[in-house]
């Protein structure tokens, strides 16, 4: 859901209800259709936040009446739990199954596990878990292949199915174009994203073309409240490929289709040492007299990160809200 106010307000108050759990950020988008929230607490809070805001969802979200750009499998599309600090990734993806079995035995809704949680390798990408979305969810279930891995082979209209796993820290970043061309958007994704794209010849016989980065995914959309087109990027791993080598791999290929890059937006919270890596590359590494707000300032106005909305580090950058939220604490202490 990323129209109804009230919607999204009620799932961020569910979020917030719970003890132990601190609501860093909650982001909608209109031609998305979808809401981005992130939050952060301890293992057993956080897993209950969770459940709290998909029973929310489940309440108020109707997927028979939902349409967006995004790909989506259900109300509550994928809930990845992170590891910050004093937790490992074990521990998360134990959560991610505590989450899972709850949502499925409570809810009635089917969850799939992925990533570090998965149990088969086919499980492990999102992409291949989510594809056929909520439209082929009916079939998928009937497919062994595709039995849940929490709750019956049910369908369920209304909330469709839900994805949980265990990730490293996932940068959602979106690149914008000087063009309204869906198709120029999505010949960039094609070409950049790591899994590429198949081709036929004449005969009819494929061909893998894989793409020019790692850990990447990426498609193109529509983004009609700013008419334009936008790569949208998924870096599943940022010090493999960091956002600012991505927006470089767009602007080289729209130059080639005749446009260029007009600038982009982090969907969510993004990890301090992405930005640094992007204003050091613009700046010049090694350069001397430099502080970290302007290394910070840098990258956010190469990669153009205020285009469509003012870019806040204190609201963006993850450790900077984890930091804010602890001195804001200590005072209360005091």
């Known amino acids: ?12 108050a569910s979020i917030r209800q ?3 759990v601190t609501l860093l950020s909650v982001e909608p988008d209109k031609d998305y259709n979808r809401c981005v929230v992130t939050f952060v607490g301890d293992p057993e809070a956080v897993t209950e936040a969770a459940f709290c805001s998909t029973k929310t969802a489940s309440e108020l979200i109707d997927m028979r009446n939902h349409k967006g750009e995004h790909p989506r499998m259900g109300a509550t599309d994928v809930v990845p739990f992170v590891p910050i600090s004093g937790v490992s990734m074990e521990d998360c993806a134990r959560l991610a199954n505590d989450f899972g079995k709850r949502v499925a035995e409570e809810l009635r809704i089917p969850v799939y596990l992925y990533e570090e949680a998965a149990r088969t390798p086919e499980r492990r990408n999102l992409a291949n878990v989510r594809k056929g979305e909520y439209e082929g969810l009916p079939e998928k279930l009937k497919d062994p292949a595709w039995k849940p891995d929490y709750g019956s082979a ?3 209209d209304k909330s469709g199915a839900t994805i949980t796993g265990a990730r490293v820290f996932l940068v959602a970043y979106n690149v914008n174009l000087k063009t309204d061309s869906k198709d120029i958007a999505h010949t960039i994704a094609l070409t950049i994203r790591e899994s590429g794209r ?5 005969a009819g016989n494929s061909t893998k073309i894989p793409g020019t980065l790692k850990s990447v995914k990426a498609m193109g959309v529509l983004l009609e409240r700013a ?3 936008q790569v949208s990027i998924n870096l599943t791993n940022f010090v493999v490929t960091p956002p600012h080598v991505a927006f470089e791999e767009v602007k080289k290929y729209a130059h080639q289709l005749g446009t260029d890059v007009a600038g982009s937006e982090i969907v969510g919270l993004i990890p301090k040492e992405a930005l640094l890596m992007a204003g050091n590359f613009y700046l010049g590494i090694g350069k001397s007299g430099t502080d970290e707000a302007q290394v910070i300032q840098t990258a956010i106005e190469r990669l153009g990160l205020s285009q469509l909305d003012t870019f806040e580090p204190t ?20």
């Open 1 to 12: 859901e990323g129209r109804d106010e009230q919607i999204i307000a009620a799932i961020a």
């Open 154 to 156: 049910l369908f369920n």
């Open 315 to 334: 609201k963006k950058i993850i450790e900077y809200m984890i930091s804010t939220l602890h001195n804001t604490r200590q005072g209360i202490k005091e």
């Open 227 to 229: 008419h334009i087109a």
């Open 18 to 20: 719970v003890p132990g």
């Open 198 to 202: 198949t081709t036929k010849d004449a």
